[in-house]
């Protein structure tokens, strides 16, 4: 594997994490009124997001899937992280883009409802991945 491909997952680990802080920061910022610097923050947070996502597939396109090597109590801690990341890894794409498409088009009501369900999802799915690598990549490699 290239060195390029083998620095990838750590770069989707800090863009993970990177994305967590940016929409952390972006909902105090909303809750404390401060709307410009809101938006530009979860527009950072999308771009974090987007740029994973580009850096995942490219990844996985090249190296295929990594095996989880540990045994005993880390598997199935592992795998239930796993599994619960990936389900909400699906749901939480639409649902961005459906929260950010209600921001623009200034249908703020809608916009409200509709994140105070995307952003613990994305919270969950962007802590998660960092996990993941660590379990992966670090703690049980």
């Known amino acids: 594997m290239s060195s390029l491909y ?18 952390a920061r972006g909902i105090w910022l909303v809750r404390h009124g401060r709307r410009a610097a809101h938006r530009r923050w979860m527009l950072s947070a999308i771009c974090a997001s987007a740029l994973f996502l580009a850096s995942y597939l490219v990844y ?4 295929g899937s990594v095996r989880f090597a540990a045994q ?5 801690l592992y795998f239930a992280i796993l ?3 990936t389900v909400l890894a699906a749901v939480v794409v639409p649902l961005v883009i459906v929260t950010v498409l ?15 369900w995307t952003y613990p999802v ?13 379990m ?4 049980f490699a």
């Open 83 to 85: 599994v619960s990341h």
């Open 60 to 63: 996985h396109a090249h190296v």
């Open 72 to 76: 005993g109590w880390p598997r199935p």
């Open 122 to 134: 994305w919270l969950y799915v962007s802590v998660t991945g960092v996990v993941i690598y660590l």
């Open 102 to 116: 209600c921001a623009l088009r200034r249908s703020l009501p809608l916009h409200r409802r509709i994140a105070r």
């Open 136 to 139: 992966l990549y670090v703690l």
């Open 6 to 23: 083998a620095s990838l997952p750590v770069v989707n680990a800090l863009l993970n994490a990177t994305s967590f802080l940016l929409v």
